[in-house]
């Protein structure tokens, strides 16, 4: 079987303790809970930057005093940096600087929508200028499709040579204005996806029936899962979680119970072709 690749979303971009007062939102908070998931078996922390009052920020300055916070434990995870909008707020170019953030992966949205009442601006000579970014300092993509008409986007990178297998794909279920979090939806996406390619779910819904059915899903077909509280913050229904890593740990014993093994980084790493640990924050 697939060595199963757990990706820990430790805080998100939400409003701080918005859903759960558990949430980490302070730098230390947010590096300790990524330490956590690593020593629980995540081989991967995807992570949004914050500032000592709990607010979100896309300043790389910022970045880097997490990913050094992390690094400075001996964490050897994959570090996945988001380059999202921060709700609307970060630019083009606050954006394409986080490439230089010294991470193993950063994200890249496939295409723009409507992502509730505004636009999240993912235009062509963006997504070009930030594979290049990334392709030139040898950061793996993180893929993130919202819609099925991202994979057009996803297509055109791969033929222009901007994006080199194996992808990382990422199936983002369950934001306003995306791929709805309905499980029937998965296998025409497969159908579609890049030879090689390596797959991920994120189900962002507060629905346990659906987060659930969507993870499992792909947990059963030699994908890999995103579990943390940017997605999620229950272990069980009306359960909140008290750590990021007691999801972690969910994945794990369910890994061991059904036989699927679990990815350490550096499995992660080869599975993914990333050469070797980034992290260098000078």
């Not at 797959?199 to 499992?216: F, I, N, P, R, Y």
């Not at 890999?224 to 359960?239: A, F, K, L």
Request: hydrophobic residues 40%; contains cysteine.
């Amino acid at each position: 079987m697939n060595p199963l690749i757990i990706c820990a979303a430790v805080t998100g971009g939400a409003p701080a303790r918005s859903k759960s007062p558990h949430h980490p939102v302070t730098p230390h908070e947010v590096a300790e809970a990524a330490v956590a998931c690593w020593r629980a078996g995540a081989a991967m922390v995807h992570l949004h930057a914050r500032r000592e009052d709990g607010s979100t920020t896309m300043d790389l300055a910022d970045y880097r005093e997490t990913v050094d916070r992390i690094t400075a434990t001996g964490c050897d995870a994959i570090i996945n940096l988001s380059a999202g909008d921060n709700g609307g707020r970060a630019d083009h170019t606050q954006r394409l600087s986080i490439a230089e953030s010294g991470a193993d992966m950063v994200s890249l949205d496939a295409g723009s929508f409507n992502i509730g009442e505004r636009l999240y601006d993912n235009r062509p000579s963006y997504l070009r200028e930030m594979a290049t970014r990334m392709k030139a300092l040898g950061i793996r993509p993180e893929v993130e499709l919202f819609d099925l008409g991202h994979f057009h986007f996803l297509q055109t990178l791969v033929s222009e040579g901007l994006l080199s297998a194996p992808a990382y794909i990422q199936f983002v279920f369950g934001a306003p204005g995306a791929l709805p979090p309905d499980v029937r939806l998965l296998p025409l996406l497969l159908e579609h996806l890049p030879s090689g390619a390596q797959w991920a779910v994120s189900a962002q819904t507060g629905d346990h029936q659906k987060h659930l059915a969507l993870e499992m899903c792909a947990f059963t077909q030699d994908g890999h899962v995103r579990t943390g509280m940017e997605d999620y913050v229950h272990v069980r229904p009306g359960e909140l979680a008290k750590t990021n890593a007691d999801m972690v740990e969910q994945w794990v014993a369910t890994a061991q119970i059904w036989g699927r093994p679990v990815a350490s980084p550096e499995t992660a790493r080869q599975m993914l072709g990333i050469k070797h640990v980034q992290h260098s924050t000078v």
